[in-house]
């Protein structure tokens, strides 16, 4: 079954500070990775897409990596700001248009 | 660019009535689609169109649920009759079209359901 996992499911955080999400997949065939930020009440925006040849893509603050053999994907942020807090959504294309959504992190970075 | 247009923004509606929700996608964008997106979960896929086929609706409940796509550009979802557990955001988002390199879906703000 394809399935999208990811932990922690919830994360608190002070400013200033780093964190990694973590994403582990079995999708089956794996066209490409996202991670998106989903802000309250906002539908979720892209931040990084990852192909199978690729194994790290940024985007600002954020540093997203991919292992293609181990089926594991982490999202790194640097340096966390308040507008940081938002779920954080890795989304696995399975062939070339069906998305296997996972559940979230749910990020709150704290003052 | 104007982004992927939802209405209503809310809707608070009791249970065995109906509802329905009205999405514009991107303009040019082929796929359409309405996720169903329950809270603390992950969005679950309802439909997707390209053009005004339907690609994919094994998760629809269509017992209950219907969607259109009359013309290949705004989608309208509606649930008839609805039920409690039908409280969720529901989103809808398009893309380019399908393929590794076209398929980045573009979300609306959604529309928030709650059933009484």
């Known amino acids: 079954k394809n399935q999208v996992e990811q932990s922690p499911q919830s994360l608190i955080i002070l400013e200033g500070k780093n964190c990694t999400l973590q994403?582990?997949?079995?999708?089956?065939?794996?066209?490409?990775l996202r991670w998106y930020k989903q802000d309250t009440g906002r539908g979720p925006v892209s931040l990084t897409i990852?192909?199978?040849?690729?194994n790290t893509k940024s985007n600002g603050r954020y540093t997203a990596t991919l292992d293609a053999d181990t089926k594991q994907s982490s999202l790194h942020i640097t340096a966390s700001q308040l507008s940081d807090s938002a779920s954080y959504i890795c989304v696995v294309s399975e062939g070339t248009y069906k998305y296997i959504f996972g559940t979230g992190t749910r990020l709150k970075v704290l003052a | 660019e104007a982004g992927v247009a939802q209405s209503p923004r809310y809707k608070i509606i009791e249970k065995r009535q109906s509802v329905a929700f009205w999405c514009n996608p991107i303009?040019?964008?082929?796929?359409l689609y309405w996720y169903q997106q329950i809270l603390g979960q992950g969005p679950k896929l309802l439909i997707q169109f390209q053009n005004n086929g339907v690609v994919d609706d094994s998760q629809l409940p269509k017992d209950r649920f219907s969607a259109e796509r009359l013309k290949g550009v705004d989608s309208t979802l509606k649930i008839q009759p609805a039920k409690l557990e039908d409280s969720a955001v529901y989103l809808c988002a398009s893309s380019l079209g399908i393929g590794a390199d076209v398929n980045e879906a573009f979300f609306g703000q959604g529309t928030r359901l709650t059933v009484v």
């Open positions: 303009s040019g964008h082929a796929t």
């Open positions: 994403c582990n997949y079995t999708v089956s065939p794996f066209s490409n």
């Open positions: 990852m192909t199978f040849s690729e």
